[in-house]
């Protein structure tokens, strides 16, 4: 089955500590994002990156960093300069506007 | 400033019951709107996904509708059950294929009880 996945689902930081969030996907799509999910706001776009070896910040990039190095592959860095990072992540990919596909999120908590 | 405001905030309604989402809209240029259902600590799915020149669609029990000229969609949900209890969101594109231009509203949380 074709997909998206993110890992971990909860994932607990300690102060001053940077902490990697998995995304992988296997649909083929060039296009893959990351948002950040807080009680009651919309979705807020952190990073997307439109084909490999490329990315651009979102809204809220600072204290954020990805890479994309492959292109089934989308990892975000949340770094100890983010001073706010409790949150509900969601990554996304795309081959066009019709083809958005969500992945099942990660739970971050700041401990 | 583009924004997505959807009505109500929260809904409870009884299984078998019929109910209608509102969704309201200031993204210009539009290019499609879409309907996505967010279960608790899971990432959202698809549901619909509407471009300008189509005005109603469907997806078993759910019916969105989509009204450029006035720039509202509502999303109805006919024969309410338990597994529909979920956040509504409603996410309006303004250009084609462009993530930085997806607006989203914060959703409705809706609860289906017996």
């Known amino acids: 089955d074709g997909g998206i996945t993110q890992s971990p689902k909860y994932l607990f930081r300690k102060e001053g500590q940077n902490v990697t969030l998995s995304c992988e996907q296997n649909l083929n799509h060039d296009a893959m994002y990351w948002y950040r999910q807080d009680p009651g706001q919309g979705l807020r776009l952190i990073y997307y990156?439109?084909?490999?070896?490329?990315?651009q910040k979102g809204d809220i990039a600072e204290g954020y960093s990805v890479s994309r190095e492959k292109k089934e592959s989308f990892p975000l860095t949340v770094t100890s300069a983010q001073k706010n990072p409790t949150a509900f992540y969601l990554c996304a990919s795309s081959d066009s506007y019709y083809g958005y596909t969500f992945g099942s999120g990660t739970r971050l908590t700041v401990v | 400033k583009n924004q997505v405001e959807q009505s109500p905030q929260s809904l409870i309604i009884l299984e078998g019951k019929n109910c209608t989402l509102q969704?309201?809209?200031?993204?210009?240029?539009?290019?499609?709107l879409r309907w996505y259902k967010q279960d608790t600590g899971r990432g959202p799915v698809s549901l619909t996904i509407m471009t300008f020149s189509e005005n109603t669609k469907s997806n078993g029990r759910y019916t969105a509708t989509l009204d450029a000229d006035t720039k509202q969609s509502s999303l109805h949900i006919t024969a309410s059950q338990l597994s529909d209890s979920a956040s509504y969101i409603c996410?309006?594109?303004?250009?084609?294929?462009?993530?930085?231009?997806?607006?989203f509203g914060t959703g409705t949380r809706l609860q289906v009880t017996l």
């Open positions: 969704c309201n809209y200031t993204v210009s240029p539009f290019s499609n």
């Open positions: 996410v309006v594109s303004g250009v084609t294929g462009t993530a930085s231009k997806l607006t």
């Open positions: 990156s439109q084909i490999v070896n490329d990315f």
